[in-house]
């Protein structure tokens, strides 16, 4: 009858240590949630102060993304063929291949860089919207592309396309397809295609970013009065072997509408987009 006495209490205090470990736990989260609110906060009334206005709801909180590097691969002749039709003729010259196709000629490299001229009529739109269009031959490339430009003319149609990678935009890595006469006439850019290793790091929260973006402004001289968007992507350095880092993006009202700022390094690049 003891030993059960004294094995309930042991229990009763086990519990009650859990307990107070959970409240512990859960209060330095709240404090820590509550910290990070009100440090986005502040950055925003520091921009404010600088008449800066943030147009978007709130100002994220940390890195979501993840580096990478790749080693990047051009397209393979059954992909080639995806556009140019039945491929009849390959021509590899160093770190270029050459594809003839029944529909059109395709020319890639191993860094990433494609460029397809098509025979005039070979792909029609038939009615197609021509963005939507792009998009459906860029799946068949295994490309995670989204329309971002588009300009026409009497007789053409050129529309633009950022590529996508881990579920994040690259704004630096385009392709960009025209129409004309409503047949494809040509393809051309950069992907990114390959075999990826995750690199891991310290990335700066986006109110650190935000900070490092108004200290280049002034340093620079550039004037801004409006953030319209600031949201989490990549960006390329390297060519065949090349490192993805991840990067907050801030767009403005002026030129340089786009700013690029490091998530590991902080530095600043204005990309005039």
Not at 114 to 128: C, H, N, S, Y
Not at 171 to 195: F, H, N, Q
């Amino acid at each position: 009858m003891r030993w059960s006495k004294i094995k309930n209490i042991i229990i009763l205090l086990l519990v009650i240590v859990n307990v107070c470990l959970l409240a512990m736990v859960g209060l330095r989260a709240w404090q820590t949630r509550k910290s990070d609110r009100e440090t986005r906060e502040w950055m925003v009334a520091v921009l404010a102060k600088n008449g800066i206005e943030f147009l978007p709801d709130e100002v994220p909180g940390v890195m979501p993304l993840t580096g990478a590097r790749v080693t990047l691969s051009g397209l393979e002749a059954r992909e080639a063929a995806a556009l140019v039709g039945e491929i009849t003729d390959t021509n590899t010259a160093g770190s270029r291949t050459t594809y003839e196709g029944s529909l059109g000629t395709a020319v890639v490299s191993d860094s990433g860089e494609i460029e397809i001229r098509m025979v005039p009529g070979a792909l029609a739109l038939k009615g197609d919207d021509p963005g939507q269009r792009g998009l459906e031959l860029l799946e068949q490339l295994g490309l995670q592309m989204e329309e971002t430009g588009r300009e026409t003319g009497s007789d053409t149609v050129k529309v633009t396309y950022t590529q996508f990678w881990d579920g994040a935009p690259v704004p630096d890595v385009t392709l960009t397809l025209i129409w004309r006469s409503g047949s494809l006439e040509s393809l051309k850019g950069r992907a990114l295609r390959g075999t990826s290793e995750a690199v891991m790091g310290n990335w700066m929260d986006a109110s650190t970013a935000l900070a490092r973006f108004l200290e280049n402004i002034n340093q620079q001289g550039y004037v801004c009065s409006q953030i319209t968007e600031l949201y989490a992507g990549y960006t390329v350095s390297g060519t065949t072997e090349v490192t993805v880092s991840p990067t907050w993006f801030i767009e403005t009202d002026t030129q340089p509408q786009r700013f690029a700022v490091d998530a590991a390094s902080g530095t600043v690049t204005a990309d005039g987009s």
